[in-house]
């Protein structure tokens, strides 16, 4: 019987940690977005295709609390599917923009180094064709960049 190489078992050995690890980082990786203009696509995404609940878990806490999620998907399939007869829309993202702080509500509570975009909405509905331009606004929470809208009126 022949004795392997202690180079080749060396190179094996090499090889089978590179892989190990690569596998480990890409199984390891979430599905999550991780930068401001991923998220806000990803958000818009889903509510494009009727998924608000996968849209509503991308919410800052603060807006989930502001919408309970099963009252969210309700009033979205009510308003835009309901009363306004729209099955589906298009969307456009503009250019994110940074912006230093933030006053999220009328109560005066402000985030910090926050990311917002202009979205255009543009919906073919029983009304004719109308487009909805939306600030939407993302801050991190927990490391992860989230959703917000202005309520500071």
Not at 71 to 100: A, L, P, R, S, W
Not at 128 to 143: D, F, K, R, S
């Amino acid at each position: 019987m022949r004795r392997k190489s202690p180079v080749s078992l060396f190179i094996g050995a090499v090889a089978a940690i590179v892989i190990g690890v690569a596998l480990f980082m890409f199984i390891g990786k979430s599905g999550e977005p991780d930068t401001p203009e991923e998220v806000i696509k990803e958000f818009y995404n889903f509510e494009k295709d009727g998924d608000f609940g996968n849209a509503w878990e991308l919410f800052h806490s603060e807006m989930q609390n502001k919408f309970p999620k099963s009252t969210y998907i309700q009033t979205k399939n009510h308003v835009f599917m309901g009363h306004m007869g729209v099955d589906e829309f298009d969307v456009q993202v503009g250019k994110i923009e940074k912006e230093k702080k933030f006053t999220f509500n009328s109560e005066g509570l402000q985030f910090k180094n926050v990311r917002k975009a202009k979205v255009n909405l543009y919906f073919d509905s029983q009304f004719g064709e109308l487009m909805i331009t939306q600030t939407c606004y993302v801050a991190i929470e927990e490391g992860k960049w989230r959703v917000l809208w202005n309520y500071n009126f």
